[in-house]
Each structure stands twice: as C-alpha cells, then as structure tokens.
C-alpha cells in the first residue's frame, strides 16, 4: 500500500501510540504529528520517536495536509474533537478512532462531521492493558489481535480500505459488525469483567478487616483484580457509554451469585462442582481457540 504523508494522532497513548509506532516501522507513514493536552507526555513520545511533531492544540498547523486523523480519546471527548477537527480537515482527510465503544463514536461522527461522513471510519482494536501514555506504546501490540469495523452505512469504501489495510500491515485480524452489536459483544467480555473487578476491589477495601486480608493477597486477588488498575477516567466514560448493555448484565451477574449463595447455603457439593466444572469447560473451550 501507498504510504501516507501525514498522520495526526489525537491522544498519545497506549493504543494510538503503538499504532504509528509500528506504521513508522513498517515504513507506511512519513510524519506523525501528536496532539495532547499533557506536554510532558508529548515530550516522551518525541523522546521515544512515537511522534515526529508535537502539539497540544488542534489548529490548522498541526492538522496541516492530514491523510489520516486518529482520535485516540476518552469516548466522551469525541464530540468536542470532531467540532474541533472539522475545519480543518481536507476533502480527503480519513478520520477514524479507536475507542471502545461504537454507539456513541457513530453518533458523534453522523451528527458533528455530517458533511465529511463518508471518510468517518469507527474503529476498534482488541488490545490494551492497565498502562498508558507515550511511555506504554510498544511495538507488536497489535499482532494477531481482532480489530473490528463498525459501518455507518455512508461510507467511501476506499476510506475504510485504507483503515483496514492499515491494521492488517500492522497485524490485526479485521471483521466488520454493527456497532450495536459490537457494544453488546465488548459489554459482555470487556467491560462488564472491569466492572467486576473494581467492585471486588472495593468489597476488600471497604471491609473492616480488608487492611489485614490484603496483606496476605497474592497471585489470585493480583490476577482477577489486575484490570482495576485501569485508568479511571477512560473506564467511567466507557461504561457510561454502554450502559443499557451492562445494566442487563449486571443483573446476570446478581443471578449467578445468588444461584452460588443458594448452593453455598445448602451445602450442595454435586451441585457446586457441576457450577465450577461448567464454567471450568466453557473458558477452557475458549482458550483452545484462541
């Protein structure tokens, strides 16, 4: 594929920053200029050659000739960025995201940047970790990861080719499924375990004796809570944004641990292990696949 000349990446993170970390690898871009509010992080990411150019506005400097933007934002930000970019995007400027949820990535496309939709291209790639800023953008992030497309209905078909053979160059297995149903999917296998796993957090933390129970928390506690160490702010807005789908789940959620209390209260050992070799048959049939 031809490379691009200029790629502006709105938020210099994780994601974002691993993504024109290996297009620069790969030889598929020339320039990447960085916009984020925090300076010293963009220090770190020229420091780390993430970026070539650093801003921490949107300006017609810094948008100067974008063939790609990529808001990588917290979700709830992405209206105000797309009012921001709108008047100074060229004709051909592909704008795309990488945020985790698409309902609302769709809706703020359609609604701000109406006259440029057919170069909005939502997208999400399947990959992360509880680090973030420039200092956590890694090479290979991406490799053999899913990353899923969410069509709008509107789109210049050539828009979406360039996003998806972008991250197919840098690894990525791409499907394409509505954002409905990708919110749906994502609530049930990432966000929902989040919440999970803040919550339990929280059990310890607000127990009289929860000082005293983790000082003896090891591989198990680290291992189930480990997504709790995720950046507050990015998991209030995506919960936020889904929240009709984690509400359902929720209440799934309350239904099992009431069918374990119940066991639990009967004492009923066949019943207990058939529960846990269950769930032991379903996650180990998951990692057969993956």
Known sequence: MNTLKHIVLIGVGLIGGSFVLDLKRLGLVDTVTGIDLDRDNLDRALERRVIDRAYTQIDALSMHEADLAVIATPVSTFPDICRTVRPYLNAHTVVTDVGSTKQSAVQAFRSVLPEHLSRCIAAHPIAGSDRN??????????????????????????????????????GAQTFRMSAEEHDAVFAAVSHMPHLAAFAYVHQIADHPDGRR?????ATGFRDFTRIASSHPAVWTDIC?????????????????????????????????????????????EWLERQ
């Open 240 to 284: 936020l944004a889904n929240k009709n789908s984690l509400l359902d789940l929720i209440g799934g959620l309350r239904t099992q641990l009431s069918e374990l209390e119940r066991i639990l209260s009967e004492e009923d050992r066949a019943a207990l292990y058939r529960y846990f070799a269950s769930a032991k048959q379903t996650r180990d």
């Open 133 to 170: 800023g420039a200092l956590s953008a890694q090479f290979g992030l991406f490799q053999d990861r899913k990353l899923v497309i969410t069509p709008h209905g509107e789109e210049d078909e050539q828009a979406v080719s360039l996003v998806e053979n972008l991250w197919l160059a840098v």
């Open 213 to 217: 129970y983790l000082e003896f928390a």
